[in-house]
């Protein structure tokens, strides 16, 4: 986040609410006590505006850093849970391949089992896309059930949504 950005639109959003105080205080001013009355009073309200909204500047920074913070982490875990289906869709596909026995050698498919496996063992995945991997790594390794690692890799995909979009 470009924190320069940030500041200049905070000061240029401080500084119309302030004039629009300072406007509305006038207009109050001069219809209760005249012309004099405008003046101070608008002068009043808009100080006492832009002073309210230089006091907040922490705050709005804070939640601000908070909020950049979350979604990095957020954006970070759903990026690290399509990995995982990538990588152990791979891999299905190498244990189990369309071809026939012989599309896949046996260096290709230890490989592919490797990089699902150490993708799947990142402390960033959410508790239930590491579970649902878990149990789709776990069938695809058996080998022998083709529908039962289709069923858990569907389940690795529904988590992995899930995930995404609560």
């Known amino acids: 986040m470009d924190t320069r950005a940030v500041t200049r639109a905070h000061v240029l959003i401080t500084a119309q609410l302030a004039i629009g105080a300072a406007a509305l205080g006038a ?10 009355a405008a003046v101070l009073s608008g002068v009043v309200t808009g100080v006492g ?12 920074f804070a939640d ?11 954006g970070y875990a759903e990026g690290l849970s399509q990995g995982v289906l ?7 596909a190498a244990v189990f391949p369309l071809t026939g026995p012989a599309g896949v050698s046996g260096e290709e498919r230890l490989a592919r089992r ?3 496996y150490r993708i799947a063992a990142d402390d960033g995945l959410p508790h ?10 776990e069938a ?5 059930d083709r529908q039962g690692a289709q069923d858990a890799v569907q389940a690795l995909h ?5 995930q995404r979009c609560p």
């Open 158 to 162: 529904a988590a992995v949504d899930e």
């Open 86 to 92: 990538l990588g152990i869709a791979m891999y299905q």
């Open 128 to 137: 239930t896309v590491r579970t649902a991997a878990a149990a789709a790594l």
């Open 64 to 74: 601000l850093g908070q909020a950049e913070r979350d979604a990095n982490v957020q």
């Open 27 to 36: 207009c109050g001013g001069y219809l209760v006590a005249g012309p004099a």
């Open 140 to 144: 695809i390794d058996h080998g022998q």
């Open 49 to 60: 505006a832009w002073g309210g909204s230089i006091l907040v500047r922490r705050r709005v």
């Open 114 to 116: 490797t990089i699902a």
